[in-house]
């Protein structure tokens, strides 16, 4: 992880496709802790450091995730991403080039919880959530094209499970779909901004986090 914006309330970093935001059964340690540690040191504080989170990114995906660093702020995020105040936009890699350049996907979509994988579909279903997104594509190389998405709602593998009914897996997604998994086990989707106003200050965050990298994502010729 990098940081890339800091203040008295938040903290927002980049993270890389290997880490994973809160703890779970891996027992890896989660970026929280990591960020707890960083704060530690950077301050030398004793006992503990206080750090909320506030969203979550997938384990293969990278890019930002914005932590808060007082309770003030954590109940005010946690409000901002819930009512969708929290502006999100994704960089997504996909080998099929989507039929049209622009649109909004509308779907319905059921997790399973055994197979932690999401379905999406075109009717509204018993059990369903809405789940809404607008892309575009902003670039392409010799393979692979690049999609903007800007996320809409915030459902469980929302934009991999929308983009891989659409016909256009992400690249390395093996559980929707793409043929072949990455060398690293990341999948090529990134969470490259983030905007919003300040919980606590109320000036107007705008976050933009570097590509991973590698010659995938350095390849394209973007037209933004």
Same mark, same amino acid.
């Given at each position: 992880?990098? =940081? =890339? #914006?800091?203040? $008295?309330?938040?903290?927002i970093v980049n993270k890389t496709a290997s880490e994973i935001v809160q703890? &779970?059964?891996?027992?890896?340690? /989660?970026? !929280?802790?990591?960020?707890? +540690?960083?704060?530690?040191e950077k301050y030398a504080k004793p006992g503990n450091v206080f750090v909320g989170v506030t969203? %979550?990114? &997938?384990?293969?995906? @990278?890019?930002?995730?914005?932590?808060?660093?007082? !309770?003030?702020a954590l109940s005010r995020l946690n409000e901002?991403?819930? $009512?969708?105040d929290v502006e999100k936009t994704y960089w997504a890699v996909v080998k099929n080039r989507p039929e049209s350049e622009q649109g909004q996907l509308v779907n319905y979509m059921i997790k399973n919880e055994k197979q932690n994988k999401s379905y999406a579909y &075109?009717?509204?279903?018993?059990? @369903?959530k809405k789940a809404i997104l607008n892309y575009r594509l902003i670039g392409h @190389?010799? $393979? #692979?094209?690049?999609?903007?998405?800007?996320? +809409?709602?915030? %459902?469980?593998? +929302?934009?991999r499970c929308q983009l891989a009914k659409m016909g256009c897996p992400i690249k390395g997604d093996l559980k #929707?779909?793409?043929?072949?998994? $990455?060398?690293?086990? !990341?999948?090529?989707?990134?969470s490259? %901004?983030?905007?919003? =106003?300040? /919980? =606590? @200050?109320k000036e107007l965050i705008d976050v933009v986090a570097p590509l991973p990298q590698g010659n995938l994502w350095n390849g394209f010729d973007i037209a933004e």
């Open positions: 992880m990098t =940081v =890339v #914006y800091e203040d $008295n309330h938040i903290i703890g &779970d059964k891996t027992g890896d340690i /989660p970026l !929280s802790e990591m960020v707890k +540690q960083f704060l530690k969203h %979550r990114l &997938d384990r293969p995906v @990278s890019g930002l995730v914005v932590f808060a660093k007082t !309770s003030k901002m991403f819930r $009512n969708g &075109d009717k509204e279903l018993k059990g @369903s @190389s010799q $393979n #692979y094209f690049l999609l903007e998405v800007d996320l +809409q709602t915030g %459902r469980h593998h +929302q934009i #929707y779909g793409f043929p072949r998994s $990455n060398p690293d086990g !990341s999948i090529c989707l990134h490259r %901004r983030v905007k919003f =106003v300040h /919980p =606590v @200050s």
